[in-house]
């Protein structure tokens, strides 16, 4: 599936589940942003903003009642067989709020973990949106074995709850130790997420889109 595809699958899935006018606008190393179509009868202006690491590729979008969860891995790598994923969710739910959705994150890694280590919950405002991100470790999941490692970025847009998270899944490790990862995986992660905006066609004194 191109990303053209997946971005008006986001578009038209999204709108016919809640009503509510949401996107995801995923953009191709090398190649302009491409704007969804809108679907019959709304009209979408909200865009989620991001670049996907070179060569990963999507596996698929699952459509929940109100919201849409599409997964991405790097090369060689799939939903059955994986270190690395890119998980991005709309979610349309004028009520959901991000602080409270990384908060059942966390709760989640504290049930399904051996031992999680959040770190303190970041909240600011990107492009006129609240945003709140925090990272997770996982010392050993209770039921995978592995240890694990995610960094989360949530949005609160007009139209809907946007939340991109880069996990890392691996050797399990000890107690109060951080995760086994590199310090050049751990910027890329940083320099991924601080490029994940959203922004409003409609607004763009407020929430202005790149042109």
């Keep these: 599936m191109t990303m053209r595809k997946l971005a008006l699958l986001c578009a038209l899935s ?11 606008q995923i953009r191709q190393p090398g190649r302009p942003a491409q704007t969804p179509e809108p679907s019959r009868g709304s009209e979408l202006t909200e865009r989620l903003l991001l670049l996907p ?85 996982c010392t050993k999941g209770r039921q995978s074995g592995l240890g694990g490692l995610v960094a989360v970025k949530a949005i609160r847009g007009a139209q809907a709850l946007y939340v991109v998270q880069r996990i890392w899944r691996g050797q399990p490790f000890e107690r109060n130790s951080t995760a086994p990862v590199s310090s050049e995986m751990l910027k890329e992660w940083s320099e991924f997420l601080r490029g994940v905006a959203v922004c409003d066609e409609a607004d763009p004194q407020r929430h202005p889109c790149p042109k």
């Design 14 to 24: 999204l709108a016919a589940a809640t009503a509510l006018p949401a996107t995801a």
């Design 53 to 137: 690491p070179a060569g990963w590729q999507e596996a698929g979008t699952v459509r929940g009642q109100n919201a849409l969860t599409t997964h991405l891995f790097p090369p060689g790598q799939n939903a059955e067989k994986w270190n690395e994923m890119l998980s991005i969710q709309v979610m349309g739910d004028a009520r959901a709020d991000a602080r409270e959705h990384i908060q059942r994150i966390v709760e989640a890694s504290r049930t399904n973990c051996e031992a999680s280590g959040p770190s303190p919950v970041t909240e600011g405002m990107v492009n006129g949106y609240p945003v709140s991100t925090l990272t997770v470790t």
